[in-house]
C-alpha cells in the first residue's frame, strides 16, 4: 500500500471516492493504485499530481536518484 498517497488524498479531498470525481480516475482503478495493485498510466499520474500537489510516483518511475 502506497500509506503517503492514501494520506495526502484524505488529507486533500476527505475520501478516496472524493478523489477519484475530483481527478477523473474511477474509483475502482484510484484503489488498485493506492494498494499498490497496479501502477499509474502517465495520465493518471498526471491527474493526481494535479489534485495532490506532489507525484507520490516519481521514485519508482524515473527510477533510482543519484546520490
Known amino acids: 500500500m502506497n500509506v ?3 494520506i495526502a488524498i484524505i488529507k486533500r ?3 478516496q471516492i472524493i478523489a477519484s470525481m475530483r481527478s477523473g480516475i ?3 482503478e484510484l484503489s488498485r493504485i493506492v494498494r499498490g495493485h497496479r501502477a499509474p498510466t502517465k ?3 498526471v491527474k493526481l499530481r494535479k ?3 506532489h507525484d507520490y510516483f516519481a521514485q519508482e518511475m ?3 536518484r543519484a546520490a
Open 13 to 15: 479531498c476527505g475520501s
Open 51 to 53: 489534485l495532490l500537489g
Open 26 to 28: 474511477r474509483e475502482s
Open 62 to 64: 524515473d527510477g533510482p
Open 43 to 45: 495520465q493518471e499520474r
Open 4 to 6: 503517503e498517497l492514501r
